[in-house]
């Protein structure tokens, strides 16, 4: 299996001199979080939400600043400029190799030099399901067996603060909060940014932006129904609940790495 065969054809894209609020404004409302930078018919380029975000200085360092400035400047000046590739003629397992190993989530396609598609997570995902679903039943694990037990949490009284450094610290985009062993909610980076744009106190408990009822899955649910959730809800986590208590997590990292073993069997069937 190919890349050309699951990547996003024609993906949205932007130019270098556009403003940075104006970039964030089409992620929202494309609902993406990677945008290729092209200038005169070339890509220079690859913006992500953490990007736009880091320009105003999130994750925060240090005490709440007094003041937000909002997101200045142009995209050219918080793009990655060195960006990893791949062509619609390259194998998938090894673009999902390249994503994880990178820690990237997205790969522009290029063809004769010129962008012709996007590889996300996402798309690797979806592959996964439908593969799964229609010709591999028996690489299907029960999640239990691929997420991550006893994962990183915060009590609901945790300052917006401490959670923030928190996710800074692991990396991570979602928290799960609890009380005792069972869940009440779930923290974004989302929910973070934007109470840190708002300039909420950074005193307030978490319990005052938190999602308080979160999208979740069952231990013995399979790997491709919870990629299904993901791709459906698009988002890249997922509690793992057994009687309300939070007994782990599922990433789409996780799947992803499911994905590469499972993707690669009938590659090497067929030789």
Do not use: Y
């Not at 300052?159 to 979602?174: I, K, Q, S, V, Y």
């Not at 928290?175 to 974004?188: Q, T, Y």
């Not at 990629?227 to 890249?236: G, N, P, Q, R, Y």
Request: aromatic share 2%; charged share 20%.
């Amino acid at each position: 299996m190919d890349v050309r065969s699951i990547m996003t054809p024609d993906p949205v894209t932007v130019p270098g001199e556009m403003r940075c609020d104006t970039a964030l404004e089409l992620m929202d409302d494309q609902d993406v979080r990677h945008l290729p930078v092209v200038d005169d018919g070339e890509l220079v380029g690859i913006l992500s939400d953490r990007d736009l975000l880091a320009s105003v200085g999130w994750p925060p360092h240090g005490p709440r600043p007094s003041k937000s400035n909002g997101l200045p400047g142009l995209v050219r000046s918080v793009m990655h400029r060195e960006v990893q590739t791949v062509s619609p003629d390259d194998s998938i397992v090894m673009a999902t190799l390249q994503m994880t190993l990178s820690h990237i989530g997205c790969l522009p396609v290029l063809e004769d030099g010129q962008l012709c598609g996007i590889l996300t997570e996402m798309d690797v995902a979806a592959a996964f399901w439908r593969s799964v679903r229609h010709r591999m039943p028996d690489v299907d694990p029960p999640v239990a067996d691929v997420m991550t037990a006893d994962p990183v949490s915060c009590p609901s009284e945790t300052t917006l603060a401490d959670a923030a450094a928190l996710c800074h610290e692991h990396g991570f985009r979602h928290l799960p909060v609890v009380d005792g062993e069972l869940l009440v909610g779930v923290l974004s980076e989302r929910d973070l940014s934007t109470a840190f744009g708002n300039r909420t106190d950074w005193g307030s408990p978490v319990a005052a932006i938190m999602s308080r009822e979160p999208i979740t899955i069952d231990p013995q649910q399979v790997v491709s129904e919870a990629a299904e959730t993901l791709i459906v809800h698009k988002i890249s986590s997922l509690p793992v609940v057994q009687d309300e208590r939070l007994i782990g997590i599922l990433t789409l990292t996780d799947v992803l790495e499911h994905c590469m073993n499972a993707l690669h069997e009938p590659e090497s069937a067929e030789g």
